[in-house]
């Protein structure tokens, strides 16, 4: 009887599908169809997506892993969706009584970034007006760093300045860096060589082709996705636990 059972939970685990990894336009694809067919939010989804980085912030370095020193985290933010949800995050971790200030190299004049700035500078959040690029300045300040710059729409072939300069300045910190979705310079569909080396990566909706060989913490916020676009696009996701919005794989 044990042999049958065994054989069964073989059989079973054999046909569980792996998890799907996403291509940049099947990202994109998905994106769009939440916004258009769905009737889900920009800023719906900029926020589910926040709130779900600075929980997995939380699981991956709780407070009380931080209790001998400040818990000070240093919020990368870009202009474009990365960048808002890096804000959101910050507010969340704010919350959290965690104590993030936020780096913004270059403003949006998108009304939505907008308003999540000021939701952050409501929220007290100090911002800095430039990256120290003395290392030492950053790994005496900050206990973490969260890139929230560039994400999946970026063409990492061609990024503009002050990118380049502040990706240098990340290769050369101690600090631990968390990225979301797409560690900031690289390709969405390929592991980077000689890019930053995030600690942790907490990929939105569904993980894209670059972290397929990622070896840090991966974290998974993507319980909000309708079945029917899970099964459409064959995303095999796991099962999150008891009520968790996201999960570690």
């Given amino acids: ?47 589910i997506w926040g709130q779900a980085c600075a929980l997995a912030i939380t699981k991956a370095y709780p407070l009380s892993s931080l209790a001998k020193k400040q818990p000070t985290v240093l919020v990368i933010c870009g202009p474009d969706q990365n960048g808002s949800i890096g804000l959101v995050c910050a507010r969340h971790l704010r919350m959290y009584e965690y104590e993030p200030t936020i780096y913004h190299p270059k403003r949006s004049s998108q009304s939505l970034h907008q308003d999540f700035t000021v939701q952050c500078e409501k929220m007290d959040i100090p911002s800095l007006s430039y990256l120290p690029t003395e290392v030492q300045l950053i790994n005496d300040a900050y206990n973490l760093v969260i890139d929230a710059m560039l994400g999946p729409d970026a063409d990492c072939a061609n990024i503009k300045e002050p990118y380049p300069g502040i ?78 919005c996201l999960i570690e794989l």
């Fill in 1 to 47: 009887m044990e042999k049958m059972n065994q054989s069964s939970a073989e059989a079973e685990a054999e046909t569980i599908e792996p998890l799907r990894y996403l291509s940049k336009g099947e990202a994109a694809a998905i994106e769009t169809e939440l916004l258009r067919d769905y009737r889900f939010g920009q800023q719906q989804l900029i926020e």
């Fill in 167 to 244: 990706l240098v300045t990340l290769k050369q910190i101690k600090v631990p860096i968390a990225s979301v979705d797409v560690p900031s310079g690289w390709d969405v569909e390929e592991p980077s060589q000689d890019g930053i080396n995030p600690e942790v990566l907490i990929s939105l909706t569904a993980p894209k082709k670059c972290a397929m060989s990622f070896s840090g913490k991966h974290f998974l916020a993507g319980r909000f996705l309708p079945y029917d676009i899970q099964k459409k696009y064959e995303l095999n996701l796991p099962d999150y636990p008891g009520t968790d």
